[in-house]
């Protein structure tokens, strides 16, 4: 007995000896009306190089390049002993501090005043920090433990802090086990009102989901009653996986920013995710149910590409842009489940069907494969650019397009295995695969998949690796279109055409003005490929003057659509420096389509509706 407590106390002091000293931050809100913060970040047992400490360039979950160090301000840096140091700028995201005894404590300042979940704000009424954009970090220090001591202002009536970080005894200090979990963890410091509920796994275990609420109105039956409807949502949601995954820091926390100021916006993270409503009320039952399209998409993460996560995402790389094979799946398949796992736990009657019309429409659909959309994302998740894009006729987003292979794949799955097989048991057999296999350590995940990956789990699943082949090579690689009609045809939905006999130019933004129609509209949209606009010349900044020798009006550019495919019109247009030319536009049939639920026309047939039953049907027994 005695022999083991001996043992036991070495083991400590191993674990003690061998465990780094964290990096530590206490935050502060001298002035919050001023909308900044301040920050002591200290380094301790440093090395006898110089430290390098930067700033983030990007955010988990929003692929586009971000400039956080643009908010630092009065950044100043001393030794352990307190000795100022010199702060050296090394580039446009970090500094360098050399001169140190071991320890250097930066302190800094930093704005924000944008609610989302990508950047950070500060005002009266709370502090809403998405991390990376908000705190320092080094590069060297990734595997330290983290510890951050909030400090709110006096009299502001902050009550906590909500966030998937770590716990400790002083409710307004937390910990990360190393700088992945923390750059992942929001934080949302304010007047919280708090609810919550549990799920229980296939083995009896308990889940915890918290809900943490910073409105202007909600109370705590509002907040109780919004958690009864998500836990019938995260009910059905984990039906799909046949699990609820181990939540390291005990529980799985939605934090709403509701406040009018906000953005719209929601961000997936490990433990957590952050969504924004501006002004959204929670009084009513109808406010709740508005919470929920957002909250069932970034809920769904929870196991879609937090744990079941593509290999190019792992680890996050806080200093670039982050470039996918698969946000068609990490993003797009969890796009297609938000609103048909609120169906199924009756919290909606809408379809999960319209990314099907895009699909088939989409100017960008036929330039660039799903694959590539996903490579796209660095330039279009909010991103800017100053000069002009072309994503109007180039770009087809992987949310929509992603939920458009979700429908056609879940939906193909159904017909060739007469129901045996769904996309569940595509995302329940890539579960137990990749994301249900424990983290090496929280933050992290043990075994992310490639695009490879994907398709040998499709060709195992339904044991036809060609068919697996062939869908990828057509659909995701490809740029070709499902047939949807088809398909929803065996739930008894009809896809058609919504003018069948009408003729169409392309779709072409166009102003009327008094010299003619000026092609691209304010906003300079370009003209699609493929369209007979696009053959017969046109494009952004053009202006059309005649249209069969008439003056070109915006009545007389719809009428063209009157007529029959295959009427020629001839055009007499400007380009931008005033010469004119003659051209001609061959209409095309049109493209628009639509879905038409089959009973408004016939009763269901008894296949149709066992078919959409077991398809849109909640699968809780
Ligand atoms: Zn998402």
Sequence with gaps: MRLLVVALAVALITVHAQSPAPVSYVVTFPEPEHHWMQVEVTFPELGPTPLRTR?????????????????VFAIEARDGRGTALAVERVDADSWRIAGHDGTVRVTYRIFGDHVDGTYMAIDTTHAHLNTPAAFLWADDLASRPVRIRIVPPVEAGWTGVATQLFTTPDPWTFTAPNLQ???????????????????????????????????????????DALAGLVERLAREQA???????????????????????????????????????????????????????????????????????????????FTRGNVSCCLWLAEGFTQYYGPLLLHRAGLSNALPIGSAIAALTAPGRRVRSAVEMSQQATFADAAVSNDAHDRSRTFFSY???????????????????????????????????????????PGLVARPYTLADLRQTLGALVDDQAFADDFFARYIEGREAIDYRRLLALAGFVLEPVAPTGAWPGEVAIT???????????????????????????????????IDGQ??????????????????????????????????????ADPARRIVPAESRRPLTDAERAFRDAWLGSRIR
Aim: glycine letters at 10%; aromatic letters at 8%.
């Design 55 to 71: 700033m983030s360039r990007s955010s988990p979950g929003r692929y586009a390049v971000h400039e956080f160090a643009k908010n």
């Design 181 to 223: 979990y923390f750059l992942d963890s929001p934080l949302e410091i304010a007047d919280l009102v708090t609810g919550g509920f549990t799920l229980h796994t296939p083995t009896g275990e308990t889940r915890a989901f918290r809900l943490a609420v910073h409105a202007l109105d909600a109370t705590q039956a509002d907040v």
């Design 239 to 317: 039906v799909v996986f046949g699990d609820v995954p181990a939540l390291e820091p005990g529980a799985y926390t939605i934090l709403l920013d509701l406040v009018p100021w906000a953005d719209s916006d929601g961000m997936e993270h490990r433990n957590s995710t952050v969504i924004t409503i501006p002004g959204l009320s929670l009084r009513t039952d109808e406010g709740r149910r508005s919470a929920l399209p957002t909250i069932s998409h970034e809920m769904f993460h929870l196991w879609n590409v937090e744990r079941l996560r593509p290999a190019d995402l792992e680890p996050f790389d």
């Design 399 to 441: 949310y929509t397009h992603g939920a458009a292979i979700a429908l056609g794949l879940d939906l193909a799955l159904r017909d060739r295995t007469g129901g045996r097989l769904s996309l569940d048991d595509y995302m329940r057999q890539l579960w137990r695969t990749y994301g249900a296999v424990p983290a090496p350590a």
């Design 512 to 546: 009327e003005t008094s010299g003619g129609l000026v092609v691209g509209g304010p906003a300079g949209t370009l003209v699609p490929f493929d369209t007979p606009a696009y053959a017969a010349g046109l494009d952004t900044g053009d202006r059309i003057v005649t």
């Design 551 to 588: 003056p070109a009006t915006r009545a007389a550019w719809e009428a063209l659509r009157r007529g029959t495919p295959g009427d020629s019109h001839a055009l007499v247009i400007e380009r931008r420096d005033g010469r004119r030319a003659q051209t001609t536009l061959t209409m095309a």
